[in-house]
Nanobody, 123 residues
C-alpha cells in the first residue's frame, strides 16, 4: 500500500506560481510511475503530467506544456509539480497518483491516489 498526501495548493492570481508536493508513505515510490491529474467542478478528471520511476521520461498535457514542471525525489519519497504562469482555467483539485503498470494518461491506469489539493486561480 502507498499513501499519498498532496500539499501546496491555494489561491493565486493569474500569472502567478504555485508548487504542489506529494509525499508518499507506506512503500517507496521509486518503483512507481507518478502522475498528476486535476478535476474541475463538473468535469472529468484529466491528465496533467507524468514522470517515470527513474525520471527518465516525462510527459505533459498540451494545456500545461511549457508552464508546469514535474519532478521527483525518490530518496525523499516525494513528487512535485511546479506551476508557473497560472491561468483561471487551471483552477481545479489536483491529485497525485502512483502507477505500477504501463499506462500513464488514464486515471484507471493508477493504483493509488492522494486526497487532492485545491488550486484556485483568479483573473
Amino acid at each position: 500500500q502507498v499513501q499519498l498526501v498532496e500539499s501546496g495548493g491555494g489561491l493565486v492570481q493569474a500569472g502567478g506560481s504555485l508548487r504542489l508536493s506529494c509525499a508518499a508513505s507506506g512503500r517507496a515510490i521509486s518503483i512507481y510511475t507518478m502522475g498528476w491529474f486535476r478535476q474541475a467542478p463538473g468535469k472529468e478528471r484529466e491528465f496533467v503530467a507524468v514522470i517515470t520511476w527513474s525520471g527518465g521520461w516525462i510527459y505533459y498535457a498540451d494545456s500545461v506544456k511549457g508552464r508546469f514542471t514535474i519532478s521527483r525525489d525518490n530518496a525523499k519519497n516525494t513528487v512535485s509539480l511546479q506551476m508557473n504562469s497560472l491561468k483561471p482555467e487551471d483552477t481545479a483539485v489536483y491529485y497525485c497518483a502512483a502507477n505500477r503498470g504501463s499506462g500513464w494518461s488514464n486515471p484507471d491506469d493508477y493504483d493509488y491516489w492522494g486526497q487532492g489539493t485545491q488550486v484556485t486561480v483568479s483573473s
